[in-house]
T-cell receptor, first 113, second 113 residues
Framework: GEDVEQSLFLSVREGDSSVINCTYTDSSSTYLYWYKQEPGAGLQLLTYIFSNMDMKQDQRLTVLLNKKDKHLSLRIADTQTGDSAIYFCAETSIYNQGGKLIFGQGTELSVKP | EPEVTQTPSHQVTQMGQEVILRCVPISNHLYFYWYRQILGQKVEFLVSFYNNEISEKSEIFDDQFSVERPDGSNFTLKIRSTKLEDSAMYFC???????????FGPGTRLTVT
């Protein structure tokens, strides 16, 4: 079945760039998403990329997609302490009848001052 | 900005009892979802709902689970006879289209004792 994998932890210093990586197995993935979850809160949609794109930039966020290697990354420029959270990668396919998202296990980003 | 809301934020129930988790999706959205996250595990898809019927369900979504859109605004998840292993955070989500971005509510933490 489809699977999405992420590393569990990332620690960076304030002001540095963070790069969170994700790999997926579904060759028919159509959309790939990044969600942010702060402690005790729900899942906040950060950005997404369509599978026919290589890159998408949105202010401090840059998403890179390597479809051949099924690898997705999220780069956060000038990381701030407020960026500390768990970041989830998720994918879906237009061939999924019900539009379900498949999530990775989440990467906990810790930003140190 | 429109958002998905969920009630209650925390529900404690005894094993064998029925619970109903409630969600109000974003008003012009047509697709509705339930996911759950057991503590320390991945966010898992439960069910998707469109046009007053289930579009897709996972193997987790057995006969103990049901969903309903009782009126034009609410979307509910019922668990008929709760088990200890149903303890999790339950997230509702909605989207405008089949493969459109899914917006998540803050979640209901269900604790079964």
């Amino acid at each position: 079945g489809e699977d999405v994998e992420q590393s569990l932890f990332l620690s960076v210093r304030e002001g540095d760039s963070s790069v969170i990586n994700c790999t997926y197995t579904d060759s028919s993935s159509t959309y790939l998403y990044w969600y942010k979850q702060e402690p005790g809160a729900g899942l906040q949609l950060l950005t997404y990329i369509f599978s026919n794109m290589d890159m998408k930039q949105d202010q401090r966020l840059t998403v890179l997609l390597n479809k051949k290697d099924k690898h997705l990354s999220l780069r956060i420029a000038d990381t701030q302490t407020g960026d500390s959270a768990i970041y989830f990668c998720a994918e879906t396919s237009i061939y999924n009848q019900g539009g379900k998202l498949i999530f990775g296990q989440g990467t906990e980003l810790s930003v140190k001052p | 900005e429109p958002e998905v809301t969920q009630t209650p934020s925390h529900q404690v129930t005894q094993m064998g009892q029925e619970v109903i988790l409630r969600c109000v999706p974003i008003s012009n959205h047509l697709y509705f979802y339930w996911y759950r996250q057991i503590l320390g595990q991945k966010v898992e898809f439960l069910v998707s709902f469109y046009n007053n019927e289930i579009s897709e369900k996972s193997e987790i979504f057995d006969d103990q689970f049901s969903v309903e859109r009782p009126d034009g605004s609410n979307f509910t998840l019922k668990i008929r006879s709760t088990k200890l292993e149903d303890s999790a955070m339950y997230f509702c989500a909605s989207s405008a289209g089949h493969s459109s971005e899914q917006y998540f509510g803050p979640g209901t933490r269900l604790t079964v004792t």
